[in-house]
């Protein structure tokens, strides 16, 4: 399993490219919190956990011009009150992003986590 969301770029194409790719990702992500913890989500949904407070953790590091990577924090929310369970765990993932700044568009995409096989009888 390996997951993805698009953003829209907050600025124009002109100002975008006069604005570091850097604070665009910071505005992205304030803008979209709620959305983020969605997206970040999906990798704990067969526990049952949400994801919430993402946040930043790390320097942006580039590997191209438009893409690089970053590590976020966040809190991992697990609720059952059948089995009267809430805890939360910090956990933290490693990020890759993608800008198009012509589709005003950057694709975030998490890490490929390999799914469980069936075990064999």
Known sequence: MQEFR?????NS???FENESY?????KVMEQNKKELGIFLSY???????LVEEVKLSDKISFLTSTT????????VVYFNACWD???DNKE???IHFDFYP???KMRLTGPRWPEREPDEI
């Open 68 to 75: 690089g990577t970053f590590k976020v924090n966040f809190k």
């Open 6 to 10: 698009e953003f829209d770029l907050t």
């Open 13 to 15: 194409i002109e100002a």
């Open 92 to 94: 933290e993932m490693l």
């Open 102 to 104: 012509a589709q005003k």
């Open 85 to 87: 369970i809430h805890s």
């Open 43 to 49: 990798y704990f949904k067969e526990e049952g956990g």
């Open 22 to 26: 850097v604070e665009e990702i910071i």
